[in-house]
């Protein structure tokens, strides 16, 4: 085992030491990715949220006013379409839209042929403030990426897409195996 320079140790190479010397048998190795990994996301997560709730914004509501304005002209989907956008739940989304609909940043439309549909669509104050926050966002993620360069963000692009397969097909065994 290669012994760590000072600057190489962080909190999770000290987990794995306190594991080889408490339980030398067991192999830790997956903690070296998914540990780090998770200590990433939280501290990601915690500048996103910031970042977001400076504009009256949840990360929720966001996400919502971001999958509007990516549906584009005119920026209005079902509740049953931004469920299936993949970032919005569909337990959420009714109360996501009514905090959005009361902050002026969309409203409801009942479709012109079929009175039963209903679309929430964004407001040009809504179309503006995703416009702002979004671009802001973008800023605050290269900033958190500037320590890699565009050939080690698109390699860990790849990476991580390759472990999110993995995690999936884990639990398709895992289903397997209890059925």
Do not use: C
């Amino acid at each position: 085992m290669a012994v760590s320079k000072p600057s190489d140790r962080d909190a999770v190479a000290g987990v794995i030491e306190d594991w080889a010397r408490e339980r030398p048998e067991l192999d830790t190795s997956p903690l070296e990715v998914l540990a780090r990994l998770h200590r990433s996301f939280l501290r990601y997560s915690t500048r996103l949220t910031t970042s977001i709730e400076r504009h009256g914004l949840s990360v929720a509501g966001f996400d919502v006013l971001t999958a509007l304005r990516r549906a584009g002209h005119p920026h209005r989907l079902t509740a049953g379409q931004l469920a299936d956008s993949g970032l919005v739940s569909s337990a959420g989304v009714t109360l996501r839209i009514d905090r959005l609909e009361k902050d002026g940043l969309i409203v409801r439309e009942r479709d012109a042929d079929d009175r039963r549909v209903v679309y929430s669509r964004l407001t040009e104050k809504g179309l503006a403030t995703v416009d702002v926050v979004f671009a802001e966002h973008l800023d605050n993620e290269r900033r958190m990426l500037a320590g890699l360069s565009p050939s080690e963000r698109r390699q860990l692009a790849r990476l991580l897409r390759k472990l999110e397969v993995s995690i999936i097909s884990s639990d398709e065994e895992s289903n397997d195996t209890s059925a």
